[in-house]
């Protein structure tokens, strides 16, 4: 059986029609062959010296030359050539006003609609004619009256050429001005949403280290109070827990608070200080008890060094998501948090025992690294986090960090 072939689509041979008109352009069409109708029924003519003596071929450039203005717009480079031999047919008739004047009209709308290389040559080829009709009428007649005739050729040709390329350049100027601003435009609207995108992140980072804490400790002394069936143990579980998620929700409150005033006297509040990892390291100690933990605080810094407030802010954060992530999933032991100051930066380091761990757990994301990781490039720091040796066929987990101190760079960041 054989299939029928798939018919192509014929290549179309029908030519494009010719340009449509402008509605402006017949308007002027018709009101030049008017005008020049009207002259030509009371006998107004130029001159009198022609060579086509009949009344009615004068009619037949003015005809000539309206068509021309009706496709000024649509077809400019034709228009142009058209109208040419227009007015050099005219000047061997009697010679219509309104010809002259549609001519000029031809010559200026080529220069301002047609292509941007004819707009160039024109305004230099009528000018050359200007200068050579000029010159050549200098010889030939030898008296002032060739310089009356290439001035009125000027007029005629060169000035509406020029006066066409002034225009052109104008509108390319306000064409440009308002590309550049719709670029502008555009680029302030990239940088809002790149400075929303970013601001969401930055809200996402301080969300999940504000709450982390205190839901992790819920979540495993809830666990813990589930599995043993011991009042006491029960008690303490269920005091944890209240005293975790007052914590949690008044921090949470704090962060709405600051998202929906924008003034600067909340921002303070906002952002914690190394002066208060006391407090978070009793408050660590006190989640882990249960769990075997024992958190210790060593900062060996001196109390007079000064630190810009986006690291004081960072190694605050950094030290509190290391905290949850030991309370989650370190196995008993202690847990150290080392704060060291040297010339240039200041080091962060926690360490937490790594192994299996016997009682309960909280499952974890992932999101904690990747926000510390975040916040430590926002610095130019050092983020190392990973398992390392303790010297008795044991390992540890350590985070450890390297923050830049200098001034500049924190109040950049």
Do not use: C
């Given at each position: 059986m054989t299939l029928p072939r798939p018919e192509l689509p014929r290549p179309s041979l029908r030519r494009p029609a010719f340009p449509r008109p402008h509605r402006v352009d017949l308007l002027i069409a018709v009101s030049g062959l008017a005008g020049g109708l009207l002259l030509w029924a009371f006998g107004l003519y130029v001159t009198d010296d022609h060579v086509f003596g009949q009344r009615w071929a004068t009619l037949v450039p003015l005809t000539v030359m309206a068509a021309t203005e009706a496709l000024r717009r649509t077809a400019p480079r034709f228009a142009l050539v058209v109208a040419t031999l227009a007015i050099v047919g005219d000047q061997l008739t009697h010679g219509n006003l309104a010809t002259i004047l549609m001519f000029t009209d031809v010559v200026y709308a080529a220069v301002v609609y047609g292509t941007p290389a004819l707009a160039r040559r024109v305004p230099y080829t009528t000018g050359f004619i200007t200068v050579a009709t000029t010159g050549v009428l200098l010889v030939w007649w030898q008296n002032a009256i060739a310089l009356l005739v290439g001035a009125l050729t000027g007029m005629l040709s060169f000035l509406p050429a020029v006066t066409g390329s002034i225009v052109r350049n104008h509108r390319n100027a306000a064409d440009a001005a308002r590309l550049r601003a719709e670029q502008t435009a555009l680029l302030a609207e990239m940088d809002r949403a790149q400075a929303v995108v970013a601001e969401r992140a930055r809200m996402a980072r301080e969300l999940h280290d504000m709450v982390a804490n205190h839901l992790s400790a819920i979540a495993i002394h809830s666990t813990a109070a589930l599995s043993l069936d011991e009042p006491a143990t029960t008690r303490q579980a269920l005091t944890v827990i209240r005293e975790n998620s007052v914590a949690g929700l008044t921090e949470m409150r704090r962060l709405i608070g600051l998202l929906r005033d924008s003034g600067a006297e909340t921002e303070p509040a906002a952002a914690p200080t190394l002066a208060g990892l006391d407090?978070?390291?009793?408050?660590?100690?006190?989640?882990?008890?249960?769990?075997?933990?024992?958190?210790?605080?060593?900062?060996?810094?001196?109390?007079?060094?000064?630190?810009?407030?986006?690291?004081?802010?960072?190694?605050?954060?950094?030290?509190?998501?290391?905290?949850?992530?030991?309370?989650?999933?370190?196995?008993?032991?202690?847990?150290?948090?080392?704060?060291?100051?040297?010339?240039?930066?200041?080091?962060?380091?926690?360490?937490?025992?790594?192994?299996?761990?016997?009682?309960?757990?909280?499952?974890?994301?992932?999101?904690?690294?990747?926000?510390?990781?975040?916040?430590?490039?926002?610095?130019?720091?050092?983020?190392?986090?990973?398992?390392?040796?303790?010297?008795?066929?044991?390992?540890?987990?350590?985070?450890?960090?390297?923050?830049p101190v200098d001034r500049n760079d924190g109040e950049r960041a």
């Open positions: 407090a978070l390291v009793a408050q660590a100690g006190a989640n882990g008890g249960p769990a075997g933990l024992t958190v210790v605080l060593d900062d060996t810094r001196e109390p007079a060094g000064g630190l810009p407030a986006p690291v004081e802010l960072a190694a605050y954060r950094i030290v509190q998501e290391s905290l949850t992530n030991a309370l989650k999933h370190a196995a008993p032991g202690e847990v150290r948090v080392t704060l060291a100051q040297g010339p240039g930066s200041l080091s962060v380091t926690v360490s937490s025992p790594y192994g299996e761990r016997p009682g309960p757990t909280a499952p974890g994301s992932g999101a904690g690294l990747v926000g510390m990781r975040e916040r430590v490039a926002l610095l130019d720091g050092v983020f190392e986090a990973g398992p390392v040796p303790d010297g008795e066929s044991r390992k540890r987990w350590r985070v450890r960090v390297e923050l």
